[in-house]
């Protein structure tokens, strides 16, 4: 008989679980951190361009709020339900705790594959999935921003929808909108800048040289493709590159900038003449330097963990790492870079863009940048240092230091009633 399968929330909650039992928590604290505060769920019908009409079916979960309002994005994708929902606000309010923003966690989605919708279509289920939940959200309520699927026109529909039934223009509803906006300079790059921070970071404290090391990145959206570019500016020299149609591989190194002009002609990295083609699996387990996961939960599990030959994992996806698997590669001597500090440069621009937006004062892109980078700096100090101190992982600590955070605003603010 074979082991039941195990989800993202199963995932989160273990990890919850070991942070507690480190601390030193009881049973009600772990109970009341497993559990979200609130979530919703709506039906979200949409008129396709037809005239038909389609019951599509969204979610938000708010899971925690002890810190501030509730922060996280919303996934447009046809393997969206409620426990991967669950699992991902949970890791929002970890990931917001760890890198010191004044938010808890939430995360939204729509079950739905956005590329077999039409532009029209997909504003329509937008503004439905939005109004659905507009009792939930608000700048000192629950903030969306993008996430897979979702993009910065996806946030103007939706910060229009919440603006027009309020009767005046709310900017800090959302994050992640377009400059032009208010959206803040930086904000589209800061997660893969993030990403790119923490793997700088880690090489030297490995003592690795930047331009002796090689990398592979699987996904080339929001957080991959950045990573990819600010790698090759950083002298790591990029091997393979990977999206959902397939990956390509150069052991000599991948020109970058061509990648993304052809990615931009022809929607994928497949067929990209500057390498060879490569199964996406394969590229997990490249003999590489660093590997970034920035795709999608649940890829390196205990069936392909041993298979890994990177010395250092950076998560630029959230929950690409089962705990079966995150044990076989601690137990390897592999660095994993966890999900809640390697990509939490998206969330502080976040911060930043929804700051700047409530005062309608705007920032430099080199003021944002820096002070992402200090803040990145900080995080990645705080961690490495308390899983030194303490002898465990980096993901131990980082959970360790984040659940601490969020423990100590539940007790400090007490009980109610
Ligand atoms: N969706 C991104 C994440 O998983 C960004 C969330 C935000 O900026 O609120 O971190």
């Known amino acids: 008989m074979s082991a039941p399968a195990v989800g993202p929330l199963d995932g989160a909650r273990e990890q919850l679980a070991d942070a507690v039992k480190l601390l030193g928590y009881d049973q009600g604290t772990y109970d ?3 559990t979200p505060r609130r979530a919703i769920t709506v039906s979200v019908p949409l008129r396709r361009d037809d005239g038909s009409v389609e019951l599509l079916t969204g979610h938000r979960v708010q899971h925690n709020f002890s810190r501030g309002p509730a922060k996280g994005g919303v996934r447009f994708s046809p393997d969206v339900d409620l426990d991967e929902v669950r699992a991902l606000a949970m890791w929002m309010t970890w990931k ?11 995360k939204g989605g729509v079950r739905i594959d956005p590329h077999r919708y ?3 279509e997909l504003e329509r289920v937008t503004r439905r999935y939005t109004s659905e939940i507009s009792p939930l959200l608000g700048p000192d309520r629950d903030i969306p921003a993008p996430d897979i699927g979702t993009d910065e026109q996806t946030m103007a529909w939706m910060m229009d929808t919440v603006s027009v039934a309020q009767g005046h223009t709310v900017l800090g509803a959302v994050t992640g909108k377009p400059v032009s906006l208010g959206g803040s300079l930086g904000r589209a790059s800061a997660t893969s800048r993030g990403v790119v921070h923490n793997i700088l970071a880690a090489l030297e404290y490995l003592g690795m040289e930047a331009q002796q090391t090689t990398a592979a990145v699987q996904g080339f959206g929001k957080v991959g493709r950045g990573t990819a570019r600010f790698l090759a500016e950083s002298g790591v020299g990029l091997l393979a590159a990977s999206d959902q149609h397939g990956a390509v591989y150069a052991p000599g190194g991948l020109d970058v900038a061509a990648l993304e002009s052809h990615v931009d002609t022809s929607g994928t990295v497949v067929g990209f003449a500057g390498a060879e083609p490569i199964d996406g699996a394969a590229l997990l387990e490249l003999d590489v330097d660093v590997l970034v996961p920035a795709a999608v939960e649940g890829v390196l599990r205990a069936d392909n963990a041993p298979r890994v030959r990177a010395r250092v994992i950076v998560e630029g996806a959230n929950g690409p790492t089962t705990p079966d698997a995150d044990r076989v590669l601690t137990d390897a001597g592999c660095m994993v870079v966890p999900d809640i500090l390697a990509n939490a440069g998206g969330v502080i621009v976040s911060y930043f863009e929804w700051v700047q937006a409530n005062q309608a ?3 430099s892109e080199a003021e944002v940048e820096a002070r992402l980078a200090e803040r990145m700096r900080r995080a990645w100090h705080d961690v490495r240092t308390h899983a030194a101190a303490h002898g465990i ?4 600590a980082a959970t360790c230091l984040a659940v601490e955070r969020v423990a100590q605003a539940h007790q400090t ?4 009633p």
């Open 32 to 34: 009341l951190l497993a």
């Open 96 to 106: 917001c705790a760890l890198v010191d923003v004044p938010y808890g966690g939430a």
């Open 118 to 120: 039409s532009t029209a």
């Open 361 to 363: 004062y705007w920032w």
């Open 393 to 396: 992982t980096l993901r131990t």
């Open 413 to 416: 603010r007490g009980l109610y």
